[in-house]
């Protein structure tokens, strides 16, 4: 479902403001005086009223702070929305969160609850949820995997809570709204100054139908058929994510079991998880990999690939190469993994041999070099390999904006954030057979590399 438009929180807002909940009730009067009253909702809708005394139409200069074009703001968010025709979602200052919502009590089948609020002992169900920050089970707080929200107003769990269990949340809502007029009345009393003097709206009915039970999979249905087989690799691990003829599986292990699949990894590999943060995955694990905010890019599946430099975990190794004014010592802060083993690769002031390098040993294939990096008062890494040159072979990387800042002719070149400031950078180039190095190069100033992180550099594919 679409959320809709929120109305403009704008500075010229003045007081008063009016809020009037409103109920259908049918009287039937008699003429003893006594009356048969039937009522025709159980939760009311609202009415609001607000002035702006203030609004600036000028686009260069703002009024006490009315700020820039907040006339057009206004209008053309009415305009947009074919005056009654849209809604809008508007955020009562007064009425617009609560902590501790009784939500409802599990029954050990129930998987969707429509999610409302109390006001002054009144409880009925909000419009709009904008946000949830914790689920509770009798009062312990559930991880953000165990439920979902479904605009918008249902809260839906994977597994459903046993019976007797109190659910209540902490979530913040908005009225969803439209307006009552087709015409709004605009007044300039001064040169690009302008008020209206009344904007009426009101909300509409909320749902009270709890969303479907958010099986994972739902989308997916087509005719309202579920699929044989079908997988959700995003969640990092969440149970009942896996579906096979009508089957669903705890785990993806389960699952390979099920379809008679074996994974393999002969060693542990590193993937970002759902924090955003580099972590290592046992062997024969799968990886749920994440962008660096943590949201899901699905399984981590890459082909077989060898390592062909020694102590790629230990750039103070004699295996490595130095130039002549090039230190190697433990760096302050952490690693991507959140460990304190990263490196300080730093030229002496002024030194121009500012260099590791490596040799191998090639066949005639593609390689892959790549390195995790961070800033630590320089700018600038080249990774190159075949050559002492990036401009023939390898690429240069900004580490300030994140950017790849040139990349030789035939070789791909990638730069991607991590958290805490860290880049995975990486370069690839098909080589012909022969011995070859891999170099690092600081330019000018100190760049961090982590101990014990260093995954590919380089590897045949």
């Given at each position: 479902m679409t959320t809709?438009?929120?109305l403009p929180s704008l500075a010229g807002l003045a007081w008063s403001r009016h809020k009037k909940p409103g109920f259908s009730t049918r009287v039937a009067p008699h003429v003893s005086g006594r009356e048969v009253r039937?009522?025709?909702?159980s939760y009311p809708l609202y009415e609001f009223e607000a002035v702006y005394n203030g609004l600036a139409s000028s686009s260069t200069a703002a009024f006490a702070g009315l700020g820039s074009s907040s006339l057009q703001n206004l209008m053309g968010f009415f305009l947009q929305l074919l005056g009654q025709a849209g809604t809008f979602l508007y955020t009562d200052p007064d009425d617009n969160s609560v902590a501790g919502q009784n939500v409802g009590v599990g029954d050990g089948a129930t998987q969707t609850f429509l999610m409302g609020r109390t006001f002054g002992g009144f409880n009925e169900p909000v419009?709009?949820?904008?946000?949830?920050?914790?689920?509770?089970?009798?009062?312990?707080?559930?991880?953000?995997?165990?439920?979902?929200?479904?605009?918008?107003?249902?809260?839906?769990?994977?597994?459903a809570p046993g019976t007797g269990v109190a659910i209540t949340a902490d979530f913040s809502y908005a009225f969803q709204c439209r307006f009552l007029d087709d015409q709004m009345d605009f007044e300039e009393f001064m040169s690009s100054l302008w008020r209206l003097g009344s904007m009426k709206f009101r909300s509409v009915k909320a749902n009270t139908t709890p969303a479907a039970a958010p099986q994972w999979y739902t989308p997916y249905e087509i005719g309202g058929v579920m699929p044989t087989l079908f997988a959700d690799f995003t969640t990092e691990g969440g149970s009942d994510h896996y579906l096979y003829n009508g089957t669903s599986y705890a785990s993806s292990a389960a699952l390979l079991a099920a379809l008679g699949i074996?994974?393999?990894?002969?060693?542990?590999?590193?993937?970002?998880n759902a924090s955003g943060a580099l972590v290592q995955a046992a062997s024969n694990t799968l990886r749920f990999d994440h962008d660096s905010s943590g949201n899901p890019k699905g399984i981590?599946?890459?082909?077989?690939?060898?390592?062909?430099v020694l102590q790629s975990q230990a750039f103070d190794n004699a295996s490595w190469t130095k130039g002549s004014s090039t230190t190697v010592t433990a760096a302050a802060g952490t690693a991507p993994n959140g460990t304190t083993t990263a490196e300080n690769v730093a030229p002496a002031s002024g030194g121009s041999a500012n260099y590791l390098y490596q040799s191998y040993t090639a066949s005639a294939a593609a390689y892959a070099v790549s390195l995790f990096a961070k800033p630590n008062g320089g700018r600038w890494i080249a990774l190159s390999f075949g050559s002492n040159d990036a401009q023939q072979d390898g690429a240069f990387f900004d580490l300030q904006n994140g950017v790849v800042g040139f990349a030789a002719s035939g070789t791909t070149a990638k730069i991607s954030a991590l958290a805490n400031g860290w880049y995975f950078i990486s370069i690839t180039r098909t080589l012909s057979a022969g011995t070859f190095y891999v170099q690092i190069e600081c330019i000018r100033q100190a760049i961090k590399l982590p101990r014990g992180l260093r995954p590919q550099a380089p590897n045949s594919s």
């Open positions: 809709p438009p929120a039937v009522a025709l909702m419009c709009w949820v904008t946000s949830i920050s914790n689920v509770y089970l009798n009062g312990v707080a559930q991880s953000s995997s165990a439920w979902v929200l479904t605009a918008p107003n249902s809260l839906g769990f994977y597994t074996t994974f393999s990894r002969a060693s542990s590999a590193y993937y970002t981590f599946v890459e082909g077989g690939s060898t390592n062909l």
